[in-house]
């Protein structure tokens, strides 16, 4: 601890210096002549830029300024739970049979899973045991691109061992149990309701294919549940036609697909999020049961019964269990694809961790990591720790003081792996064009947050932002926080535009002496 106070005197040193020393180089010219372009004179912009191993200050603006920082967020709370959980920490899913089992495997009692906040359970598995992503993910919907690996295949292999075990048939109830902390609601967009039960993301994506002109295209739902009845009529049109698909559950369980799509056209995904995600889990369970073998009594159609599970499982039988890959997977998912639901999970799993169950018992532990970290705890502020609360604001020396910390941690190579590489992967593969000097040179987190203007029209991009690494062309490390705020936009396209031109800003810095 006696070396941060030390570390925060140094960049008050840097901010009481005068500016000339920066102000005249070619990095700070190039960059004031970039950012004061037209497009930007209604935003706000902060921005540090270090020399990630002397911390030498090379471009500075209103780096003390408090900046919505949108997903950059996720620096911030992926970091904290490295600290609190480890990378190697793994998520164990156990199951437990509750009563006894006779000679012909007839459990005369319940089967219960216990959640434990495991954010894929299996269902992101790719070959070589890492957590499968895409650049596109179904949380955005749109065009999202699903990854290859089975959503149930974690509940498959439970289903498989609790099948081994000798439990052959259950008499009582299929139960699971999701009380290791309490529910909230998360921040950003894709699924809300934070749960310690996650089956693909507690989402049904709708794969529609189309056949063709004239015909009815085919509706394919993932992961497919008895519970859930699907009414889809969707017809496919001419080739020049619109794509329009729409999902709606006029009650629990039922889903209606309806629209058109073009002919010729690549299937498309859209997703639909579940209300009660223990009971689709039980669902899906029941039916994992049944595939392996497993008679389960209990109807799939029912909803889980909270108040039949047990105090305590020490006198209970564990009948299988599912491990999750090390967390250091969980955190590269959620830093490359800007994961909202994971990232805003992560402060009741770290407040689990210390036994304790509430959102904000998880801020207040996240609070104590970042002061740990060096960072004035007044220099930010987070509701959530995804990115799309009201009262998250940080600073862009809050940001690059944090990088730095990670930087000199004996996990920073876990870090460093998940952000996203510019022009390569993640939310950063489509920033730059294939022949920018700064492509691959870049690791950095993304952050976009907007808000619609009915008034004009189009949107208000209350927070563009990037923050992360660099090795500029003359092989210097550096740390730097970008953040433009309130910039009016007339489009999606505008909102496109200005993320390449972070990706431009990040090839004048790169190229600038």
Not at 119 to 138: F, K, V
Not at 215 to 228: D, H, K, N
Not at 238 to 253: F, K, L, M, V, Y
Not at 374 to 403: C, H, K, N
Request: include cysteine; hydrophobic fraction near 45%.
């Amino acid at each position: 601890m006696i070396a941060y106070p030390t570390f925060r005197r140094c960049f008050c040193l840097f901010v009481l210096l005068p500016s000339a020393a920066w102000a005249a180089s070619p990095l700070a010219e190039r960059v004031d002549s970039f950012i004061e372009q037209s497009p930007y004179k209604n935003g706000q912009w902060g921005l540090l830029i270090t020399n990630l191993k002397s911390g030498d200050v090379l471009y500075t603006r209103a780096a003390d300024k408090l900046f919505a920082p949108a997903s950059v967020t996720k620096v911030y709370s992926v970091s904290a739970a490295l600290d609190a959980l480890g990378a190697d920490h793994r998520f164990e899913t156990p199951i437990y049979a509750r009563g006894t089992v006779n000679a012909e495997g007839v459990l005369d009692g319940d089967l219960i899973l216990v959640a434990s906040g495991d954010p894929t359970l299996g269902g992101r598995a790719a070959a070589n045991g890492e957590i499968e992503y895409t650049n596109s993910d179904h949380i955005y919907g749109g065009d999202a691109e699903l990854t290859s690996g089975d959503p149930l295949a974690g509940l498959n292999e439970l289903a498989q061992a609790v099948l081994a075990a000798g439990v052959r048939r259950v008499r009582g109830d299929v139960l699971i149990d999701d009380r290791l902390f309490e529910h909230a609601t998360g921040t950003g967009s894709g699924p809300s309701l934070l749960t310690p039960i996650i089956i693909n993301d507690n989402l049904i994506d709708v794969v529609v294919t189309p056949a063709a002109a004239g015909a009815l295209a085919q509706v394919v739902c993932r992961p497919s549940a008895t519970s859930v009845a699907v009414d889809a009529q969707v017809q496919t049109a001419a080739a020049d036609a619109a794509t329009e698909i729409t999902i709606e559950s006029p009650r629990e369980g039922a889903l209606v697909v309806r629209g058109r799509i073009a002919a010729g056209h690549k299937p498309v995904s859209r997703a639909h999020e579940v209300a009660d995600p223990a009971s689709f889990a039980r669902s899906l369970l029941i039916d994992a049961l049944g595939r392996a073998g497993v008679a389960v009594d209990s109807s799939a159609l029912g909803k889980n019964s909270g108040e039949r599970l047990p105090q305590r499982y020490d006198d209970l039988r564990q009948v299988a269990k599912f491990t999750s890959p090390p967390f250091s997977e969980a955190a590269r998912l959620i830093l490359k694809v800007s994961h909202n639901l994971h990232a805003s999970t992560l402060p009741l799993l770290i407040a689990a961790k210390q036994g304790q169950r509430t959102l904000r018992e998880g801020l207040r532990l996240e609070r104590d990591f970042f002061i740990k970290a060096g960072i004035d705890a007044d220099s930010i502020s987070f509701g959530g720790a995804a990115g799309g609360d009201p009262a998250d604001f940080v600073t862009p020396r809050s940001a690059v003081t944090l990088l730095r910390y990670m930087a000199a941690r004996d996990d920073f190579a876990v870090f460093e792996r998940a952000l996203p590489v510019l022009g390569m992967d993640g939310t950063l593969a489509r920033a730059v064009p294939d022949n920018s000097s700064a492509r691959g040179k870049v690791q950095a987190k993304t952050g976009t947050m907007f808000w619609h203007n009915r008034m004009n029209g189009g949107s208000i991009l209350t927070s563009k932002s990037l923050a992360g690494y660099m090795t500029n062309a003359a092989g210097d490390r550096l740390a730097f926080a970008l953040f433009v705020n309130n910039l009016p936009t007339k489009s999606a396209d505008d909102r496109l535009r200005i993320g390449k031109e972070l990706g431009k800003l990040c090839q004048v810095i790169f190229e600038s002496p």
